[in-house]
């Protein structure tokens, strides 16, 4: 059984269309996550929800909107794509009553944007 | 704010092989930390991980000591397989609560094995 499942794994598209990414998650998790890997593997936080509130929201540009219908997933949506967003992007999931609890990662969606 | 530096890459060692990849945090109070490993075309899994000053994380082989003087959690590992070949990542998350539950990570450290 997948624990964190995301669609699409592949993703390619043009410049200024709309996307979105999904992301679940049967672990019973409260709290989710978006994370950012560039071509260099450097991995960046973007955002995350805990119960559906978003609880972290990094410098990331309004064109990135995220959505939690409940709390087993968590959507990124991405308009007006650029060349810069060419990225793999992964969700994560964990419980949120322990800081050092595990954060489980998803596959990725590699993104890339021509 | 908080930070973590790991060696560069890449690192290539033959089977059997002692592996040392270094790695010192920024951060305020005690953070817990982690090594993460990326499996070729994979998410990441959590290898090992210490949320205390002197704690020792281990799994797989693979150990790590949370060394709050030297601000460090190296990962060691005494005899390297191909299947150990794969990038590794050292990320903190600050202590306390509230939005602090975010991981900061380093560059990653690509690692090959050969037979």
């Known amino acids: 059984d997948t624990a964190v499942s995301q669609t699409p794994k592949y993703l390619v598209t043009q410049m200024g269309n709309d996307k979105s990414i999904k992301c679940e998650q049967n672990l019973g998790h409260d709290t989710m996550y978006w994370y950012k890997q560039d071509s260099k593997k450097f991995l960046k936080i973007m955002f995350s929800?805990?119960?559906?509130?978003?609880?972290i929201n990094e410098t990331v540009p309004n064109r990135f909107s995220p959505k939690s219908p409940d709390k087993a997933h968590l959507n990124l949506h991405i308009n007006s794509l650029e060349l810069g967003d060419s990225a793999v992007y992964f969700c994560?999931?964990?419980?949120?009553?322990?800081?050092?609890?595990?954060?489980?990662f998803g596959p990725g969606t590699r993104l890339t944007v021509l | 704010g908080n930070s973590v530096t790991q060696m560069e890459g890449p690192v290539t060692l033959s089977e059997e092989a002692f592996l040392t990849i270094n790695c010192t945090y920024t951060?305020?109070?005690?953070?817990?930390l982690f090594w993460y490993v990326q499996y070729p075309g994979e998410g990441l899994q959590l290898l090992l991980k210490?949320?205390?000053?002197?704690d020792k994380g281990s799994n797989k082989g693979f150990e790590a000591t949370y060394r709050k003087e030297t601000t460090s959690f190296h990962l060691e590992k005494g005899s390297v397989q191909v299947s150990d070949s794969a990038v590794y990542f050292c990320?903190?998350?600050?202590?306390?609560?509230?939005?602090?539950?975010?991981?900061?990570f380093g560059k990653g450290t690509l690692l090959t094995v050969n037979p």
């Open positions: 929800y805990n119960n559906k509130e978003l609880i």
């Open positions: 994560a999931s964990s419980r949120r009553d322990r800081v050092a609890n595990e954060q489980f």
């Open positions: 951060a305020t109070g005690y953070p817990s």
């Open positions: 990320a903190l998350i600050p202590s306390g609560g509230g939005s602090n539950y975010k991981l900061t």
């Open positions: 210490a949320t205390k000053a002197d």
